[in-house]
């Protein structure tokens, strides 16, 4: 019986959609990591660097809120807590999702994955600075400005708006690949 639990496993883990769970969320952590080394070490906060004029510039920018700064305003005895927890429940919650896809649901289990691996990178920051390292700076000639953001941010967005078009697909066993 023992064997036979190991094989079982074995196919498990085999599938794609565990293989995703396991090297997609490790390559975003990592390459999220790896950017804000590079920023916190060649960068003073707010300094600047443009790259293309007058459109895109590496900016370190301390981020203690959420996307766009939301709640960056807040009392700490709020803000702190919430964006340690939040990233926690929505860790698990993914993963129980996750672990209801079928095979056939690689998309889905792509944009899981990103999401799962830009919301640790974003938790490993505030767990070690209380705020999360923001560098990729859009803009326009002084007139209009992106909020900064970083690669984890970058790969929740991509992973919920795969998210978001696959939810428009017809559900009627249409063949899609998702």
């Not at 490993?124 to 990729?136: S, T």
């Not at 803009?139 to 992973?159: L, R, T």
Request: one cysteine or more; glycine letters at 8%.
């Amino acid at each position: 019986m023992g064997s036979l639990a190991k094989l079982d496993l074995r196919k498990e883990l085999s599938r794609v959609k565990y293989r995703y769970l396991l090297a997609v969320p490790a390559l975003v952590i990592a390459v999220d990591q790896w950017t804000k080394h590079l920023v916190l070490q060649r960068f003073r906060l707010g300094e600047s660097l443009s790259l293309l004029p007058p459109i895109f510039s590496l900016t370190y920018i301390r981020n203690q809120g959420a996307a766009f700064g939301f709640l960056q305003g807040a009392p700490s005895v709020f803000r702190e807590p919430f964006f340690i927890i939040t990233p926690v429940v929505a860790f698990f919650v993914i993963l129980i999702v996750y672990f209801r896809l079928k095979d056939s649901q690689r998309w889905t289990a792509l944009a899981l994955s990103l999401i799962l691996g830009g919301a640790v990178g974003n938790l490993i920051d505030r767990i070690r600075f209380g705020y999360v390292v923001d560098f990729l700076d859009f803009h326009w000639k002084g007139v209009w400005h992106y909020p900064a953001f970083n690669v984890a941010d970058s790969c929740i967005v991509v992973g919920v708006g795969i998210v978001l078009l696959l939810s428009f697909r017809p559900e009627d066993g249409t063949p899609s690949g998702g």
